[in-house]
């Protein structure tokens, strides 16, 4: 096989490539066929000796499109092949086939899983997720009953039950872990310890980062967090790279940063901010409904893949969302310019207005006396019992011909920051925190503070 497809490489034509690989399954399919066997289980084989060879990536990539076609079709296949009336008939048969399924094939991964060192309860994790009857096992079930090893009246009942496990495996992984705390008091032990563990990182820390994943990202934010003196605790489920980190002196355990025990443990409620270093944004939800629960005043920054992530992550509860195809984008151009001939000072004013654009935090600073008082900057301005601008909204202040921005409004009361429009009528107290220039920042306040 991979003398062939080597052959057939090197003639760089794509089109050739996969009219090869199809010459080979349909090859084995007519040689299983002649031997008496099904054409589905040629095809099978075919694909167990691709996968050998070096070039089952490119056969992956070649063939998706066929792939998910036909595995449609091939289950739509498995579905015509069920009787529901003899399904309904021996209703007890199929739910006592389906026990003894998803209990046989759960006993027997699980040993397997402890023969190979792995914990009680990963074991039994591991049982329950792959307990369901497989797609082979649809391959077999017609054979068995060409060859009369199998009755109709038991190979429908068992098609079935085959259905129902693969239908009910998501409902049994979501509830693994309440199954493997009931069923292993080694688990509770481990849990305990993994608490404890990250416990102690954050006994002492006091306004520190929790870093939710200890990857790339993670690590570079662990060293640019030491190099300024934040402390930070991290929180990794790889442990291979929790055990080297950690040797090495990062603060680093061992635990699942998705569950609220976890963050309660890592000092969720003496933190700083939270990063989540990973880019997936359903799990990053997940994690923000927890953190919303349990300090919801506390500043995330979330890790995204493109744009289209921000605002689902936004309405989450992220503070900022960073996402990668932006900032690879970004940075991109800045080094095109550069090499084009674009003075460097120049691209970094773009790049930074670009960035301010993109991510509120970085939409001006605050600037001391100190500093050079031009360009953009933010400037806060306290409402007094009086002014006239209490009771009206910030659209009402008129403050666009001044080219002033309202940035967000601190209240009273409220530790979050609230947006121009979240804010509704301004009340005595309020902070309003305006973008600008200079000037205008001065006019904006004067309006502002007049009685």
Known sequence: ????????????????????????????????????????????????????????????????????????LFFITVGMMLDLRLVVAQFWLVLGFLAVLL?????????????????????????????????????????????????????????AAMILSMLATPFVIAASDKIVLRLSRSEWMLRSLELHRV??????????????????NGQRLARLLDAE???????DLDPERVREAAAAGDTVVFADGMRAEALVAAGISRAAAVVLTFADARAAVRVLAHLHELNPTVPVIVRARDEADIEPLTAAGASEVVPEAFESGLMLASHTLVWVGVPFSRVMRRVSQVRGEQYGLLRGLFQGRDELQSGVRLHSVSLEPGVRALGRTVGELGLEPLEVEVTAVRRRGVKVKLTPEAAGELQAGDVVVLLGAPEALAAAEERLMAR
């Open 103 to 159: 209990f046989a094939k759960c006993a027997l991964i699980g040993a397997l899983s402890r023969a190979f060192g792995a914990a009680t309860g990963t074991a039994l994790r591991v049982g329950l997720a792959l307990a369901q009857g497989g797609e082979f096992g649809f391959v077999l079930l017609p054979l068995a009953g060409i060859a009369g090893i199998l009755p109709d009246e038991l190979m429908q009942p068992l098609l």
């Open 1 to 72: 096989m991979r003398v062939w497809l080597r052959a057939v490489a090197r003639r760089r034509s794509n089109e050739l490539f996969v009219l090869n690989v199809l010459l080979i399954t349909l090859a084995a399919a007519f040689i299983t066929a002649a031997a008496g066997l099904s054409l589905v289980l040629g095809a099978f084989l075919a694909g167990m000796l691709i996968s050998e060879t070096e070039y089952r990536f490119q056969v992956e990539q070649d063939i998706k499109p066929f792939r998910d076609v036909l595995l449609g």
């Open 229 to 235: 003196g934040v402390r930070y605790v991290a929180l």
């Open 199 to 216: 416990a102690v990182q954050s006994l002492e820390a006091e306004r520190h980062v929790i870093i939710v994943g200890y990857g790339r």
